[in-house]
């Protein structure tokens, strides 16, 4: 009787020792803290990006998947191709001239984010107006007129036509037209660089 009361009471530690309850509740003064919700210092997320040590995504805030995202840049765009346009001269061997304003600015500059990748593009037409004086028949004769350059698009500079619109052309005979012309489209040149700078300038918004 003395055997048959003690084994019931031997298997109780054992019962107990092998309990998960009572594996918790005997260590939980030796684990460890459950972690502390910390707040999330902004200054800190935009230093780290995303928080996994990647350079932080492009585009608007609610576009952090940096899927499809298109900003229209056409209020800078149009002011600086007039600031690059707006003003500059040449000198020929037998007249000047000078272009004074952009007439014309017609066209559309973007900005496109697309798979957290930035890309600009543009498509323009413009018209400058010009004015010169050229010795014609020993005579100096003051002509006005516009330079029309046909609508093109980023990467198309050097393929850039000018083409040359008199205010007045009465008086002018054909081969004094044509020389004016080659000397109007000299201006082709300097237009390019220009739109370089411009191109240049867009690529770094």
């Given at each position: 009787m003395e055997e048959t009361a003690t084994a019931p009471a031997a298997a109780a530690p054992a019962e107990k020792a092998s309990s998960y309850r009572y594996w918790v509740r005997e260590n939980t003064g030796d684990a460890a803290p459950l972690p502390v919700p910390r707040k999330l210092d902004p200054a800190a997320a935009t230093a780290n990006g995303n928080g996994n040590g990647n350079p932080p995504p492009l585009g608007s805030v609610w576009n952090q998947a940096g899927t499809w995202e298109e900003k229209n840049l056409n209020s800078w765009a149009n002011g600086r191709i007039k600031d690059l346009l707006g003003s500059f001269s040449m000198e020929f061997p037998t007249g000047k001239a000078s272009i004074y304003e952009?007439?014309?600015?017609?066209?559309?500059?973007?900005?496109?984010?697309?798979?957290?990748?930035?890309?600009?593009?543009?498509?323009?037409?413009?018209?400058?107006?010009?004015?010169?004086?050229?010795?014609?028949?020993?005579?100096?004769?003051?002509?006005?007129?516009?330079?029309?350059?046909?609508?093109?698009?980023?990467?198309e500079i050097d393929d850039l036509e000018v083409q040359v619109r008199?205010?007045?052309?009465?008086?002018?005979?054909?081969?004094?037209?044509t020389r004016l012309c080659k000397d109007l489209k000299s201006f082709l040149s300097p237009i390019q660089e220009k739109l370089r700078m411009f191109e240049e300038e867009l690529k770094g918004r």
């Open positions: 952009v007439s014309k600015c017609s066209g559309d500059a973007f900005q496109v984010t697309v798979r957290n990748k930035k890309r600009v593009g543009y498509n323009y037409e413009l018209s400058l107006k010009f004015r010169g004086e050229w010795l014609i028949k020993e005579e100096n004769k003051k002509l006005k007129g516009h330079l029309d350059i046909p609508e093109f698009s980023f990467g008199f205010s007045d052309d009465k008086g002018l005979g054909s081969d004094d037209k």
